[in-house]
């Protein structure tokens, strides 16, 4: 039906197709990279790199109630499923291991409550090297949700949990690691 070299023209364009994809989101990446703290700018400079703004007559006039935001960290994490949060894990176990052993990131065996940067044979990138504390479950948090913008310069690439509640379960899991 097919002979070999059809097969290896197929196999040709898969991997063609493949790295033209690959290609053109490295690009998009790098071209609308947004630096979320204003980190290496002036105070003016990072100002001017939001979009714009929306003014609105309530914030003007200073009437209007808070906006609801939801539920806080704390409270969610108070109702975490850790059996939920294994699985939710299972996307930081392509680089991270929970058995003591470095993967391409460093073990999490322990991490709720372990000082930050704090595995001695794993290399860190300057910036989480020189990050002080703990990692607490609200810095965790912070941390899942946009790990570029909590550490711009970070060298995980993953580009963080968008859900409050997946955050709070592999938070909860982790704690039951320790």
Known sequence: MFDTMTMVKAFGWLCGALLIYLLINWGSESLYAMDQHGAGHGEEEAEHSKGYVIEVAAAE?????????????????????????????????????????????????????????AVGDFGYSDVLAGLE????????????????????GTKMSFAGLRKIQDRANVVAYLAEQN
Not at 78 to 106: I, M, Q, W, Y
Not at 135 to 142: A, I, K, V, Y
């Open 61 to 117: 006039s200073g009437e209007g109630e808070a906006e609801d935001t939801g539920p806080t960290f704390a409270e969610v994490l108070a109702t975490a499923d850790a059996g939920k949060g294994e699985r939710v894990f299972g996307k930081c176990k392509a680089c991270h291991k929970l058995d003591g052993s470095n993967g391409t990131g460093p073990h999490l065996d322990g991490v709720v409550g372990r000082e930050i940067a």
């Open 133 to 152: 504390g703990e990692w607490t479950p609200e810095h965790l948090n912070e941390f899942l949700a946009n790990p570029k913008g909590y550490a711009p």
